[in-house]
């Protein structure tokens, strides 16, 4: 079974410039989250979808952050503009819901660099 | 609401067992526990759900007080391959997940 897919792995951007994420989570899983993580911390959860449907974006940073999920398959995460501050790893992860569903399988994240 | 993670860092020598403790200050609807190793992906290690209910490997173990809000994961007889950081991720309803900031534990030789 293939995992959850993200690109570009890395990226690297002057500030005030678009960056978008690209994330293909397992076939058939329902649910599916991005996250920001900064070093030496836990993930940090900007958005989840359920199905095409952003159920929870309340730590999504609106005026500069959007995220879609089209048919409900794979999602996109754009910054527009990025700041310094938005150096991260940005990691999307998937899970099939159901009574087991809350299980989390995670892309290897691509990490963002501001300059 | 993040739940708070102790230790920070723990060493090891390999064989010795470890305790990593989660807890919260809201009720929790469950706990998962995950491992990252430097530069890669977090992993499943296991969920405990309200009720007793819980899922993972075999060689894992875990506990979750639903009165105390607090859950501890259990490594025993370590092994080099134990190293990582462990994230304890707390659900307040179905799928609302918060991370703590991680234990980062170091098995050496």
């Known amino acids: 079974e293939a995992g959850v897919v993200q690109s570009p792995r890395y990226k690297i951007i002057e500030k005030k410039q678009p960056v978008a994420f690209w994330c293909n989570p397992i076939?058939?899983?329902?649910?599916l989250y991005w996250y920001l993580q900064n070093l030496g911390q836990g993930p940090e959860l900007l958005i989840r979808?359920?199905?095409?449907?952003?159920?929870?974006d309340s730590q999504l940073p609106k005026d500069r952050f959007s995220a879609e999920r089209l048919k409900g398959v794979d999602s996109t995460l754009k910054i527009q503009p990025a700041e310094l501050g938005d150096s991260a790893v940005y990691l999307c992860?998937?899970?099939?819901?159901?009574?087991?569903?809350?299980?989390?399988?995670f892309g290897p994240g691509t990490r963002l660099t501001v300059l | 609401q993040q739940p708070v993670q102790s230790p920070q860092a723990v060493i090891l020598r390999e064989g010795e067992d470890a305790v990593i403790n989660c807890s919260s200050s809201k009720a929790l609807y469950s706990v998962h526990w995950y491992r990252q190793k430097h530069g890669e992906a977090p992993v499943f290690l296991m969920i405990?759900?309200?009720?007793?209910e819980q899922k993972g490997h075999e060689k894992i173990s875990a506990s979750f007080n639903e009165k105390k809000q607090q859950s501890s994961l259990y490594l025993t007889a370590s092994q080099l391959s134990y190293s990582g950081t462990y994230f304890c991720?707390?659900?307040?309803?179905?799928?609302?997940?918060?991370f703590g900031a991680g234990t980062r534990l170091t098995v050496k030789p």
């Open positions: 076939s058939g899983h329902n649910t």
């Open positions: 979808y359920e199905n095409e449907e952003a159920v929870d």
């Open positions: 992860a998937s899970s099939p819901g159901g009574r087991w569903g809350n299980e989390q399988f």
């Open positions: 991720g707390t659900e307040y309803n179905n799928n609302d997940m918060r």
């Open positions: 405990l759900l309200k009720g007793g």
